[in-house]
């Protein structure tokens, strides 16, 4: 029991932390990141908040990773509603103030990075599924054998031009995002010797039944 606290902690907190930096990189004043581009200009067109766009993109994302069997789990459906929701609260309440100068929107972007890269440690290393978007960096790292930062800046790359094509505003901090979420990614795995393919995450049915069978012997 003591474990699975840990594991749902370490879950939430790196949800939270994704949320965290996803403001810190928009709130930097520089461009979005290359999937906030993605979400500015789903929120544009369908006239939802940033933090409901988030979440349609997931569901969607959910759905493409089904298609590739990538296992589907406990974790992917927080990811997939709590990162929005996190999102919506800091921005909607001010919580972490735009950046005044230039030099303090590039420290921030940096920063808002760094804190999505051990974002992305946390909840995956958790076990219970990894994120929507980080399933398709999982599957596209088994696929090809390609580090794990050079996944993620092609698949964000995408997200960019995707975004921008649907009305996102992009600008330096996208460009930034674009090479440095890799760099990011890459350098907190390492420094963490942090390896995604050799984490087993499990799956709806088996975190169901690992509860229900707790459950039981109560």
């Known amino acids: 029991m003591k474990r699975e606290c840990l594991r749902l902690s370490r879950l939430l907190l790196g949800l939270f932390l994704y949320g965290v930096g996803i403001v810190l990189t928009v709130h930097a004043r520089l461009g979005v990141a290359p999937w906030d581009v993605f979400h500015q200009g789903v929120s544009l067109r369908l006239g939802v908040t940033f933090g409901q766009a988030s979440i349609l993109v997931s569901l969607a994302l959910i759905l493409l990773a089904v298609l590739v069997r990538e296992r589907f789990g406990f974790g992917t459906l927080c990811n997939m509603i709590l990162i929005g929701v996190f999102v919506d609260l800091l921005m909607l309440n001010h919580l972490i103030p735009t950046a005044a100068t230039f030099f303090s929107g590039l420290v921030m ?110």
Do not use: N
């Open 109 to 218: 972007m940096a920063t808002g990075l760094f804190v999505i890269a051990l974002a992305t440690y946390c909840y995956m290393g958790a076990g219970y599924g990894a994120g929507p978007r980080d399933s398709l960096m999982v599957v596209m790292t088994r696929k090809t054998g390609r580090p794990v930062g050079f996944c993620r800046t092609l698949i964000e790359g995408a997200a960019l031009l995707i975004g921008w094509y649907l009305g996102g505003h992009a600008g330096l901090g996208t460009v930034i995002a674009v090479f440095g979420s890799g760099f990011a990614v890459q350098a907190v795995f390492t420094a963490l010797r942090f390896d995604p393919r050799t984490i087993h995450q499990e799956s709806l049915a088996e975190t169901l039944g690992r509860f229900f069978s707790f459950i039981r012997k109560r």
